[in-house]
């Protein structure tokens, strides 16, 4: 596992500036440079600010707080000029040396801050708990450096501290009232896996939408598919959810195309096929089964809006296949009118949520974010139908442009 530290961002925030070149304790003879420094980095000549700093650097006879006042110009001059690697040691130097304690106190936070910081980029572990610590004491650590900190402890292999300081960098973004650091929730979740798996399933659904990345989508999908009363329909969704989040792998695609031909998804199976690059039996027999279904389906619209709520939503489910959202919304609500629910035997269109998860991902589809969140967190059924549900409420309200987590299944 590699992890960054968001050093760009970070030091946006941080770095307010070195100590003062006009301060008491620094030597006459430096003075003038470091004064030289800080006027060039007031007017943005980093450049020059590094020159100036570099010349007092040069100069003989240095107090120890000269040199980290020294290296704190270098430092912030290094960052704004991108020259992480000058920073990296600059402000290492200057946070290794006990003379910094008389800079200061904000000052001081700022250079610990930023050493850390550079110091985990460059994946200096022991430097990070080092600089992590004096932070703490200081009372001044928050989800971004918890978060180094926990990084600095798991790649030290000691797993107990990684995952305390990653829940106190959740935590402390909790109650920023910011999303987790994206690290932070996976090691929390490596933990989490073996000893609490719902814990880690809430953790990895925190991860997705920090990331919304394919790979975190691809394992919470495929977590889901073994939820108590999960059927071929339900199980389509989900592969229909892998897909639009792009997070179905090439094996992914020729069970999901299987699927949708057994189920007459004619649509969805060429996309799904198509998509993966795979040929064969498969992709043949979903071309001529949709070459078949569009040259009917007009007609099976205007039958199904008379027939069962079975018939409404199976032409339902195959106008979603082929793009035509807008009636396939239109006749998943007539499908749920009329009601879906049959007794004895039934392989597919007899789940009363059915309706209602066609109805959600072809909102989602039209770009009805709101609304799809709304239809997806009144869906009602068995707990493969409610976590498929919640899944895609997390889909829309990330292309919604939300990133607060979704409600619970069942709350």
Same mark, same amino acid.
């Given at each position: 596992?590699?992890?960054?530290?968001?050093?760009?961002?970070?030091?946006?925030?941080?770095?307010?500036?070195?100590?003062?070149?006009?301060? +008491?304790?620094?030597?006459?003879?430096?003075?003038?440079?470091?004064?030289?420094?800080?006027?060039?980095?007031?007017?943005?000549?980093?450049?020059?600010?590094?020159?100036?700093?570099?010349?007092?650097?040069?100069? +003989?006879?240095?107090?120890?707080?000269? /040199?980290?006042?020294? =290296?704190?110009?270098?430092?912030?001059?290094?960052?704004?000029?991108?020259?992480?690697?000058?920073?990296?040691?600059?402000? &290492?130097?200057?946070?290794?040396?006990?003379?910094?304690? @008389?800079?200061?106190? =904000?000052?001081?936070?700022?250079?610990?801050? =930023?050493?850390?910081?550079?110091?985990?980029?460059?994946?200096?572990?022991?430097?990070?708990?080092?600089?992590?610590?004096?932070?703490?004491?200081?009372?001044?650590? @928050?989800?971004?450096?918890?978060? !180094?900190?926990?990084?600095?402890?798991?790649?030290?292999?000691?797993?107990?501290?990684?995952?305390?300081?990653?829940?106190?960098?959740?935590?402390?973004?909790?109650?920023?009232?910011?999303?987790?650091?994206?690290?932070?929730? *996976?090691?929390?979740? $490596?933990?989490?896996?073996?000893?609490? +798996?719902?814990?880690?399933?809430?953790?990895?659904?925190?991860?997705?939408?920090?990331? $919304?990345? +394919?790979?975190?989508?691809?394992?919470?999908?495929?977590?889901?598919?073994?939820? *108590?009363?999960?059927? /071929?329909?339900?199980?389509?969704?989900?592969?229909?959810?892998?897909?639009?989040?792009?997070?179905?792998?090439?094996? @992914?695609?020729?069970?999901?195309?299987?699927?949708?031909? !057994?189920?007459?998804?004619?649509?969805?199976?060429?996309?799904?096929? &198509?998509?993966?690059?795979?040929?064969?039996?498969?992709?043949?027999?979903?071309?001529?089964?949709?070459?078949?279904?569009?040259?009917?389906? =007009?007609?099976?619209?205007?039958?199904?809006?008379? #027939?069962?709520?079975?018939?409404?939503?199976?032409?339902?489910?195959?106008?979603?296949?082929?793009?035509?959202?807008? &009636?396939? &919304?239109?006749?998943?609500?007539?499908?749920?009118? *009329?009601?879906?629910?049959?007794?004895?035997?039934?392989?597919? %269109?007899? /789940?009363?949520?059915?309706?209602?998860?066609?109805?959600?991902?072809?909102?989602?589809?039209?770009?009805?974010?709101?609304?799809?969140?709304?239809?997806?967190?009144?869906?009602? #059924?068995?707990?493969?139908?409610?976590?498929?549900? %919640?899944?895609?409420?997390?889909?829309?309200?990330?292309? #919604?442009?939300?990133?607060?987590?979704?409600?619970?299944?069942? %709350?």
């Amino acid at each position: 596992m590699k992890y960054m530290a968001a050093v760009a961002v970070a030091f946006a925030l941080a770095l307010a500036g070195p100590a003062s070149a006009a301060a +008491p304790k620094i030597s006459k003879s430096v003075a003038p440079a470091l004064q030289a420094a800080q006027t060039a980095a007031q007017q943005g000549k980093w450049q020059d600010a590094l020159t100036q700093a570099r010349a007092a650097q040069a100069i +003989p006879d240095r107090t120890p707080f000269d /040199d980290v006042t020294i =290296n704190d110009f270098i430092g912030l001059a290094a960052v704004n000029l991108k020259d992480f690697k000058t920073a990296t040691v600059a402000f &290492e130097a200057a946070a290794d040396n006990p003379a910094n304690s @008389d800079m200061d106190p =904000n000052d001081r936070v700022g250079l610990y801050h =930023n050493a850390l910081l550079l110091a985990a980029d460059a994946q200096h572990w022991q430097k990070v708990v080092a600089y992590g610590q004096v932070l703490e004491g200081l009372n001044k650590m @928050d989800d971004v450096t918890d978060v !180094e900190v926990a990084v600095a402890y798991y790649n030290l292999k000691d797993t107990a501290r990684a995952q305390q300081y990653a829940q106190k960098s959740i935590d402390a973004a909790k109650a920023a009232g910011k999303q987790p650091q994206e690290n932070a929730l *996976k090691i929390v979740m $490596n933990a989490q896996a073996a000893a609490n +798996p719902a814990a880690a399933e809430q953790t990895l659904q925190q991860l997705v939408m920090r990331t $919304n990345a +394919p790979d975190d989508w691809g394992r919470l999908i495929d977590h889901t598919f073994g939820a *108590k009363g999960m059927n /071929d329909v339900t199980a389509m969704d989900l592969y229909r959810l892998k897909f639009v989040t792009r997070s179905l792998r090439k094996d @992914d695609s020729s069970l999901a195309g299987k699927l949708a031909n !057994e189920l007459y998804f004619y649509g969805d199976a060429v996309q799904i096929l &198509e998509g993966a690059g795979i040929t064969g039996a498969d992709l043949n027999a979903a071309r001529t089964g949709a070459a078949r279904e569009r040259g009917s389906l =007009n007609v099976e619209v205007g039958a199904a809006q008379k #027939g069962s709520g079975q018939d409404a939503i199976r032409v339902a489910e195959a106008l979603y296949g082929y793009g035509r959202y807008a &009636e396939a &919304e239109s006749l998943a609500r007539a499908a749920m009118s *009329k009601g879906l629910a049959v007794k004895g035997k039934c392989r597919s %269109h007899c /789940d009363p949520a059915e309706a209602a998860l066609l109805i959600g991902m072809s909102q989602a589809a039209q770009g009805k974010n709101a609304d799809a969140v709304a239809t997806f967190n009144s869906v009602k #059924g068995s707990d493969a139908d409610m976590k498929t549900a %919640h899944l895609w409420s997390m889909y829309a309200q990330l292309k #919604g442009g939300g990133t607060a987590p979704a409600a619970t299944p069942g %709350h």
